[in-house]
């Protein structure tokens, strides 16, 4: 596509209930980058993919976090038993290589745990 | 641990002015930095992307400057518009694949 995808756009989810946030990068970026924005915060450093292997997953918060990337190309971020401190946007980001290059981000998955 | 600091927080001028946004970081020893604008509600909008060899970057009236060895950046906004208002967000890299924010600045233009 011609610039990141993530859905769902908006989530509300149950405490303690696990949800997916997907991303779909722009095509021919083997980069792709998970950070999280809670409110009135800067950018928190999740986790970011070379091709399919994740070589830093030093920024998930939790081992409720996890996430995976498929064919070089759509990443799901997972989180379980989701606790309302999770309650941020999720953003996805890609370039076309981890270094030296323009990083391009999706309009973010927006959680909410009641 | 890279640590990126921007001043200042948030930022009122009149419709024409020139402005200068500030972003400091600890580690100097960086592959990039990257300014983006992010308006209310949406995701971040990749602006100037400067590599850690070059000294200044411009696209239209933006101009990103760099000093690696004193860990700085600014960004300057040539006769700013109410539509520039939004937040402006600093980004280091210092290992591939890891980018460092700044909190932002949060800019508003009055008419």
């Known amino acids: 596509g011609a610039g990141v995808s993530q859905s769902p756009s908006n989530k509300v989810t149950e405490k303690g209930k696990d949800v997916e946030l997907r991303c779909d990068p722009i095509?021919?970026?083997?980069?792709l980058y998970w950070y999280r924005q809670s409110l009135g915060q800067g950018l928190e450093f999740l986790i970011y993919f070379q091709g399919n292997s994740a070589p830093d997953k030093s920024g998930l918060p939790s081992d409720r976090f996890s996430a995976e990337r498929t064919g070089g190309s759509v990443s799901t971020l997972t989180i379980q038993r989701t606790q309302q401190e999770d309650s941020a946007v999720y953003l996805c980001?890609?370039?076309?290589?981890?270094?030296?290059?323009?990083?391009?981000f999706g309009e973010g998955s927006w959680l909410t745990v009641v | 641990k890279q640590e990126v600091t921007q001043i200042p927080a948030a930022l009122s001028v009149p419709e024409g002015e020139n402005l200068v946004l500030n972003c400091s970081f600890t580690?100097?020893?960086?592959?990039?930095l990257q300014w983006f604008r992010q308006d209310p509600g949406k995701g971040l909008t990749s602006l100037l992307l400067?590599?850690?060899?070059?000294r200044e970057q411009t696209s239209g009236r933006l101009n990103a400057s760099l000093d690696k060895s004193s860990g700085r950046s600014t960004l300057y906004i040539a006769a700013s518009q109410p539509g520039d208002s939004a937040t402006y967000l600093c980004?280091?890299?210092?290992?591939?694949?890891?980018?460092?924010f700044g909190d932002g600045t949060t800019l508003t233009v009055k008419p």
């Open positions: 095509s021919g970026h083997t980069a």
């Open positions: 980001a890609s370039s076309i290589t981890p270094e030296g290059n323009t990083i391009y």
């Open positions: 580690d100097s020893a960086i592959y990039n």
């Open positions: 980004a280091v890299s210092t290992n591939a694949g890891k980018s460092t």
């Open positions: 400067i590599q850690s060899s070059q």
